[in-house]
């Protein structure tokens, strides 16, 4: 159920951004998606299935951000060298966290819930902090 809260902020979210004015400012939603995660996680309940859901919303924000940033981009080449480096930076980071999940599987035969946990919610601050710099760089475009 909570999940469902997250995923129609994001829908809220897509369809606001799909609007004529594409100069949008993300920081509000992400703030909110943010806030809902962390109010879900505290609940202590679903825990897994938020920082994964959190992660998967951020993902996709990063690259409604992207292509708004990329539109308004003087210099798009740069941009876009700039966020393969990013992307590059981000799957060396997801790759190490999922190697652990690996490993403690492999060692265990259990399935490592809270390794699971700790990538999602990494990759997913990863994500957060990348839209909102990306955010940043409408703001400064726009102001």
Not at 37 to 56: A, C, P, V
Not at 61 to 75: A, E, G, K, R, W
Request: with cysteine; net charge negative; charged share 30%.
């Amino acid at each position: 159920m909570k999940s469902y809260k997250l995923f129609t902020i994001v829908i809220l979210f897509i369809s606001t951004s799909c609007s004529v004015n594409r100069a949008n400012d993300y920081e509000p939603t992400l703030i909110k998606l943010k806030e809902t995660m962390q109010k879900n996680l505290d609940s202590g309940i679903g825990m897994l299935k938020t920082d994964r859901q959190f992660m998967l919303d951020t993902d996709s924000i990063v690259t409604l951000v992207y292509t708004d940033v990329l539109n308004q981009s003087d210099d798009k080449k740069l941009l876009e060298r700039e966020q393969e480096r990013w992307l590059r930076k981000r799957k060396k980071i997801s790759d190490s966290l999922w190697h652990e999940v690996d490993k403690v599987f492999d060692e265990t035969g259990i399935n490592p819930e809270l390794e699971r946990e700790i990538a999602y919610g990494t990759i997913g601050e990863l994500n957060y902090e990348r839209a909102i710099e990306l955010n940043g760089m409408i703001n400064k475009k726009n102001n």
